[in-house]
Structures are given as structure tokens and as C-alpha cells.
């Protein structure tokens, strides 16, 4: 009933501005069809709509955002819904920044508190089989004030458990974390120095006026010289009986550094990591991970994941640009974890990249990556692969192959990933897609040697603001990766339509 209160208000609401138009109105919408089901589950076809609208109304200095989702699957009981997810109040001018309802705040670098959204990701677990916008928000208030080289943040709100669907019973509370908390820093030239303060209440303490944890945290952000910037952030949680410079294992604490280097052609980036009993609530905390979000479609699925209990680690980037327009990208990343004193694995990972254009109609991409993951019980880990544009008279043809073998345990096996696409950028594309896996994990029979998943995807864009993309086939699920965000998505089977739509 609330949610339908509000779904109204918002469309009177939104009527109203369109009909006096003093402002702008903005808006765009993304709804997605699925007739299918995860492959070898019965039905095999089994229909779903979902709808995400977002709307927003600026009128000089303010502003109002809000989102709308609707699920309609034809399964399940009590699993579809319509609601008003997120409501946005926000005023913003030189001097000060207020925003209330749904926000997405941070903290430095997210070592003490990220929140994020993953545009056009829709989250679904096997469990709940519901669908939803894939989105970590906070609803409470954020104020930013700036006065010359100064600048105060205060924050405040409950932040969203994503993993829980919108359609729980109101006994679960998908808003398990408080924070409030207040962010300083004075720039003076290139450098900037600043000071975090936040306190954090949870359902997990152990009663409900248990006092709240407290967390202190410094960062520098600064460029030493033209060529040379650094960035560096220790946040650490307080105990009254526990020493501020006390960094034994009964200590909490994040420390990260990432230092920037180019000279002409050449360019390095070399991070270093140190996170302890420093896994926030149910995740509100999202710090840097310092390993290679790979584009590639094999290596992305096989990113590392870093356990904030107890990893520390570094990774090195290295890039040269040639004379001729080629690219070299060398890149390495280690993490090292505590999890007993007999069993303390260590990730490894060594990346290698050129990019060249052999011929004027042709650009070209090839990689080879080795890592051991024993976390994964991967003791070696082995991928190469090539993506070649080749540009025709108005379309472009790009054909992509990746390799990876794995040696888990007592298992070797191999995955392959091939796909062509022909397009043309400002209006369409077509393409092939055909995956092939010898992984015990992807058989759905105990007598099976293999498992493949063909597909043909195709896009039109009939203008600017409208693209409809259909996908047809089988995909592949597992992890993905995504501006620092990993989640989890669900193998499928059957017809996806989607159309995106800006206005």
C-alpha cells in the first residue's frame, strides 16, 4: 500500500513538472523480457518482465531523481511487485551540496564505506528467482560544504543489503547498517589532506543499544610533480582498550597506496594493500582490490576476490606506447591471505597485452595471463586470446577468441569462448557467440565430458535514444566484475529481449 501511495505521488508529481515545464525533465528506461528458465530446470520456458524507470527534474539549483521497478514474472507466488525504489531530493550550488533519499556516498576511497550501482545490471539469485536493479544505495542524507581550499562531508543513512530481494517479508530488514559519519580535507596546491570520522551500527551487535563501532581514518591525495601522484589512505577502528598505533592481530584496519608515474611514451602504477578484520556489516565497505579487472571475457569470470579478513598485496601496471600507435601492457598482482597459521594462500597473477594495427583496415589485441588461485584450488591457471576489428567499406567485423586452462586439484580441463560480430557502430549488430567448457563444476550429468553455450545476440538503435537488444540461446553465468564490483550471475537459457530508452 505504501509503495503504491508513493508510486502515485511520484506520477502527480512528475505530471505536474511536465505541465508547468519550468525546469528540465529527464528520464530513461529499461525493460527486459526473458523467456527461459536456467538450463536443465523444469519448465524449460518460463516468461518474466521487468521495468526500471528513472526520472528526474532539475530546475536551477535543485533537484529531484526517482526510480520506479516493476518484476511480473508468470511463476512463483508473491514474487512480483511494483514499488518506488529510490526517491532523491538534492540541492546543489558553489558553497554547499544537499541531497536526502536515496544517495550514493563514499568515504576516501571506500576503505571504511562504498555505496555504487552497476548500470543496466539486474541482480537474481537461485534462491529467491527474483529480479531487481543491481545497486548498493544508502537512504538517509548527504551534505557537502566547500569554502575555498576546504571541504567538510557529513553523511548519514542506512545502507541497502543488496543480496535481499524487494519482496521479503517487512520482518527482514534490508537496511542492516547505520553509518553517519563526517569527511574533512584542506587542499593547499596539489596536495590535499583529509580526515574521516564514522560510526557504524549493525543488527549483528548484540543488542539494539549496543554502542556503535568507531572508525578513524587519514588519506593524503597529491601530485608531487608534473609526471608523479600518489594516494594513500589508513583507516583503522577504535577500541577504548586497545592502542590507535596497536596493529597485532586483534587489531581492525585498511591501509592502501597507489602511486602514478609517467615519463613520454612510458607509464607505470604500483599499489600496495593491507586489510585486517576489516570486512564491514554486511559489505558496506568496498576498498581498492588491486587486481586487473580484465575486459576479456574468460579472465574477467576468474577475478580475484579479495577477503578483507585478513589479505595484503600488491599490483604493478606497466604500459609503453610506441612510435607507431602500439600498446604494451605488462601487469602483475599478489595477494596473500591468513586464514590459520598452517594455511596462508597466496593469489598470483601475471598479465601481458599488445595492441597493434598490422594493417590500416585492421586493429588487433593479443594477451596471454597465468595465476595460481588456492583459494580457488587452482594451482595454475593458463589464458591467451586474440580480438581482431577489421573495418569494411561502412561495417566493422570483429572476431574474438579466448583459451584458458585450468589444473584444479585433481581436475584439468579447458574453457574456450568464440565470438564474430558484424556492425555497423551508429545502427546495429549481429552476433555469434559459442562457448565450450570441459569444467566438471558446468556438467549437468555426471556422464558428461563437456558443456557448450551458443548464442546469437543482435542490437538496433532506430536513433540516439533507443537501442533493442536481443539475445537468443544459452549464456553462461558465474562471476562478473564491473568497476570494482563483483557479483554473481545465474546461467540462462532461452529469449532475452531488451530496450533502453533515454528521453
Keep these: 500500500m505504501r509503495n503504491k501511495f508513493l508510486l502515485i505521488c511520484v506520477c502527480l508529481l512528475t505530471s505536474a513538472f511536465a505541465i508547468h515545464a519550468q525546469g528540465q525533465i529527464q528520464g530513461s528506461n529499461l525493460m527486459e523480457y526473458q523467456l527461459g528458465n536456467i538450463p536443465n530446470q523444469k519448465p524449460a520456458y518460463q516468461s518474466s518482465l521487468f521495468d526500471q524507470l528513472d526520472l528526474s527534474y532539475r530546475f536551477k539549483s535543485f533537484g529531484l531523481d526517482t526510480r520506479i521497478e516493476q518484476y511480473y514474472p508468470s511463476f512463483g507466488e508473491d514474487i512480483d511487485y511494483t514499488r518506488v525504489s529510490q526517491f532523491k531530493f538534492q540541492y546543489k550550488s558553489d558553497f554547499l551540496d544537499v541531497e536526502l533519499g536515496n544517495i550514493y556516498a563514499s568515504f576516501g576511497r571506500g576503505l571504511l564505506m562504498r555505496t555504487y550501482e552497476i548500470p543496466g545490471s539486474i541482480w537474481e539469485t537461485r534462491g529467491y528467482r527474483v529480479r531487481y536493479g543491481f545497486y548498493r544505495d544508502l537512504l538517509g542524507a548527504a551534505v557537502t560544504m566547500k569554502y575555498n581550499h576546504g571541504e567538510v562531508k557529513l553523511i548519514r543513512g542506512e545502507v541497502l543489503d543488496v543480496t535481499l530481494p524487494p519482496t521479503l517479508s517487512k520482518d527482514i530488514d534490508r537496511r542492516p547498517d547505520l553509518i ?14 583529509g580526515l574521516i570520522y564514522m560510526r557504524h551500527h549493525s543488527e549483528s551487535q548484540s543488542t539494539i543499544d549496543a554502542d556503535p ?26 577500541y577504548d582498550d586497545v592502542s590507535i598505533g596497536d596493529f597485532s592481530d586483534e587489531a581492525a584496519y ?46 574477467n569470470r576468474s577475478t ?8 595484503s598485496g600488491y599490483q604493478v601496471e606497466v604500459y609503453y606506447t610506441m612510435e607507431n600507435g602500439s600498446i604494451v601492457t605488462l601487469n602483475t598482482s599478489r595477494a596473500s591471505n ?3 597459521d598452517d ?39 593458463y589464458a591467451a586470446g586474440t580480438y581482431l576489428d577489421v573495418s569494411h567499406s561502412k561495417l566493422t567485423s570483429t572476431l574474438e577468441f579466448e583459451w584458458q586452462y585450468i589444473e584444479r586439484l585433481d581436475d584439468k580441463f579447458s ?15 549481429v552476433s555469434l557467440v559459442m562457448e565450450w567448457t570441459a569444467d566438471p563444476n558446468q556438467f549437468a550429468q555426471d556422464t558428461d565430458t ?20 536481443l539475445f537468443a540461446g544459452k549464456r553462461r553465468g558465474g562471476p562478473a566484475c564491473n568497476s570494482g564490483v563483483c557479483y554473481n550471475v545465474l546461467d540462462f537459457e532461452g529469449v532475452e529481449l531488451r530496450l533502453n530508452t533515454r528521453f
Design 343 to 381: 594455511n596462508q594462500p597466496v593469489f598470483q597473477e601475471y598479465f601481458a597485452e599488445y595492441q597493434f594495427n598490422p594493417l590500416e583496415t585492421l586493429s588487433a589485441k593479443i594477451f596471454a595471463d597465468y595465476a595460481i588461485d588456492p583459494l580457488n584450488n587452482e594451482d595454475n591457471r
Design 304 to 311: 580475484h576476490i579479495p577477503s578483507l579478513t585478513d589479505e
Design 180 to 193: 553517519e559519519g563526517i569527511q574533512g580535507s584542506y587542499r593547499l596546491g596539489h596536495h590535499s589532506l
Design 213 to 238: 563501532d568507531r572508525y578513524l581514518s587519514v588519506f593524503y591525495d597529491g601530485v608531487l610533480f608534473d609526471n608523479f601522484s600518489i594516494y594513500g589512505e589508513m583507516a583503522k577502528k577504535l
Design 415 to 429: 574453457n574456450l569462448y568464440a565470438a564474430y560480430t558484424l556492425s555497423n557502430p551508429s545502427s546495429y549488430s
Design 338 to 340: 591468513q586464514i590459520t
Design 254 to 299: 585498511g591501509g592502501y597506496v597507489g602511486v602514478n608515474f609517467y615519463l613520454g611514451n612510458f607509464g607505470v602504477s604500483l599499489e600496495y594493500k593491507d586489510y585486517h578484520n576489516f570486512s564491514l556489516g554486511t559489505g558496506i565497505n568496498d576498498p581498492p582490490t588491486l587486481v586487473k579487472e580484465h575486459s576479456y571475457r574468460l579472465l
Design 450 to 469: 563437456f558443456n557448450y553455450y551458443p548464442a546469437v545476440v543482435g542490437s538496433y538503435r532506430p536513433n540516439s535514444k533507443n537501442i533493442i537488444t
